[in-house]
């Protein structure tokens, strides 16, 4: 490409970023900016998939038949979820089937959240109410990403999320109005499920490589920590409320600030689960391969079932 062409481009480009019009498709972009998207969109299309196991793990085990039929329908938009986005990711000219490989061999990432095992009922009002609203607070903000497909994507998603995380916090709520066991059950998922939570915002703004230059184009709107700090001030007050206690001997509200200062994450934590040591990478990603392995003869016959028709047509 000529110089002058790229350097008129480039401008066209960063013209739209300014004046918040959506990059769509077809538009020319710089590469770092699509290989970017590809990066965050399929690792959040992934983590929509490999989400549905910790919740499809107590499908069979719901308490009651409403219970049962909510959750599944949860689990259900997460596989729609994961549709949509692997579809906007296809946009940027990326192939599904090496994505969802790659997140196979481990190359490709996806939420650190979902490598904890769900022990008891309470846990699914734990992912409910922390990780789906963790979700949305990540989330909310992706309906004004810079990328048209990835934005308008997320709008669908982001209200089914709402339902999630209502679904989750009402889970809560029964536990803790019911018996002493029950309430011990809640709190011991909260317990366990915190600060895993506060790790699904990704590392402190110090060691997050990607942020500075996805805020600069509009992928991001805020950094991690920011968004951290606005999710542990919308949930420690609904803890509260019922009568639960973060595990956080740290947590107290500065008045100065206007905002909960908060304990320190573990960061080894975070990066070991990242890279594929947490309790349960290995068994969330034999279970996705096996899904694969299952499913083949379905693929199989589809495409059999494809060519012969063509044949059939041109013959
Ligand atoms: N887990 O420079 P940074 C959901 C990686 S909700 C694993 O800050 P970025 C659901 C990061 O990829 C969950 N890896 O990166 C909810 C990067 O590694 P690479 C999914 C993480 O992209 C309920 C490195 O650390 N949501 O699906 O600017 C039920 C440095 O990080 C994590 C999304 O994906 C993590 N927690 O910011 C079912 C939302 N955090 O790629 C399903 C969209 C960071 O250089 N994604 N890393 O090897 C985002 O908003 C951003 O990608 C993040 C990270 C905030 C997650």
Same mark, same amino acid.
């Given at each position: ?8 481009? +480039? ?12 990059? =769509?498709? !077809?538009?020319?972009?710089? &590469? ?15 983590? =929509? ?5 910790? +919740?499809? /793990? ?24 994961? $549709? ?5 990711? =296809? ?10 490989? &790659? ?20 846990? @699914? ?5 922390? #990780? ?27 209200? +089914? ?5 209502? $679904? ?7 536990? @803790? ?21 506060? @790790? ?28 951290? $700090?606005?999710? #542990?001030?919308?949930? #420690?007050?609904?803890? +509260? ?12 509200? /500065? ?21 594929? /040591? ?17 499913? @083949? ?9 494809? =060519?012969? !028709? ?6």
């Amino acid at each position: 490409m000529k110089e002058h062409n790229l350097a008129d481009l +480039e401008a066209a480009f960063n013209e739209k970023l300014k004046q918040d019009i959506r990059i =769509e498709p !077809k538009d020319w972009m710089p &590469d770092a900016y699509r290989k970017t998207l590809i990066r965050q969109i399929s690792q959040h299309a992934h983590s =929509e998939i490999v989400g549905m196991l910790p +919740e499809g /793990n107590w499908i069979t085990r719901a308490p009651n038949l409403r219970r049962k039929a909510v959750l599944l329908a949860k689990v259900q938009d997460e596989a729609g979820h994961g $549709q949509y986005l692997y579809s906007a990711m =296809e946009t940027l000219g990326a192939s599904r089937e090496e994505s969802i490989d &790659d997140m196979h061999t481990g190359k490709a990432k996806y939420s650190s959240i979902f490598n904890y095992p769900t022990l008891t009922w309470a846990d @699914m009002g734990a992912v409910g109410w922390l #990780v789906d609203g963790a979700a949305i607070m990540n989330q909310v903000p992706l309906c004004r990403t810079s990328y048209g497909p990835y934005a308008r994507a997320m709008v669908r998603i982001c209200k +089914e999320e709402s339902f999630h995380q209502r $679904q989750g916090y009402e889970i809560m709520c029964t536990l @803790m109005k019911g018996s002493e066991e029950q309430k011990a059950m809640a709190q011991d998922a909260l317990n366990r499920f915190w600060w895993p939570a506060l @790790m699904m915002f990704g590392p402190s703004d110090a060691d997050s490589t990607h942020t500075q230059q996805s805020i600069d184009w509009k992928i991001k709107r805020h950094t991690n920590d920011e968004l951290r $700090q606005m999710f #542990v001030d919308a949930t #420690v007050p609904q803890a +509260e409320l019922i009568g639960l206690t973060i595990p956080d001997k740290d947590l107290k509200w /500065n008045e100065e600030r206007g905002h909960y200062d908060f304990g320190e994450i573990n960061w080894d934590e975070f990066w070991q689960v990242v890279s594929g /040591n947490g309790p349960c990478n290995a068994e969330r990603i034999a279970t996705r391969l096996k899904a694969k392995e299952d499913g @083949m003869w379905v693929r199989e016959a589809a495409m059999a079932h494809a =060519e012969k !028709k063509k044949a059939k047509k041109a013959s």
